[in-house]
Nanobody, 126 residues
Framework: QVQLVESGGGLVQAGGSLRLSCAAS????????MGWFRQAPGKERECVAS???????VYADSVKGRLAISRDNAKNTGNLQMSSLEPEDTAVYYC????????????????????WGQGTQVTVSS
């Protein structure tokens, strides 16, 4: 089992940047695909980015070109670099880890993820 803790959220003006981190403990993160999800008030949780065990990344259309997911297996962390932030990006952001049978598997479906962090709030002011 792996435990995940997000950090790096906060308040930022529109057009600004934030870098979220997801620290893993308990097991090595390299054994899992990872995803970043967000949930805004009154909305369903959505996947904004995911990354396979071998480092391939996939993004939601709404964030392409503005968010970049990465992983540092040596540090057992995952990261989400966010730039050109918009008020619509305001949400609680969660990292998640998924057990996979192959190195190139990813998913945007939250029910397929096995472990979750507690979330970190990102607020973008206009």
């Amino acid at each position: 089992q792996v435990q995940l803790v997000e950090s790096g959220g906060g308040l930022v003006q529109a057009g600004g940047s934030l870098r979220l981190s997801c620290a893993a403990s308990g097991r090595t993160l390299s054994a899992y695909a990872m995803g970043w999800f967000r949930q805004a008030p009154g909305k369903e949780r959505e996947c904004v980015a995911s990354i396979t065990r071998d480092g391939r990344s996939v993004y939601a259309d709404s964030v392409k070109g503005r968010l970049a997911i990465s992983r540092d297996n040596a540090k057992n962390t995952g990261n989400l670099q966010m730039s050109s932030l918009e008020p619509e990006d305001t949400a609680v952001y969660y990292c998640a880890a998924m057990i996979t049978t192959g190195p190139s598997i990813y998913s945007a479906k939250q029910r397929q993820y096995d472990f979750w962090g507690q979330g970190t709030q990102v607020t973008v002011s206009s």
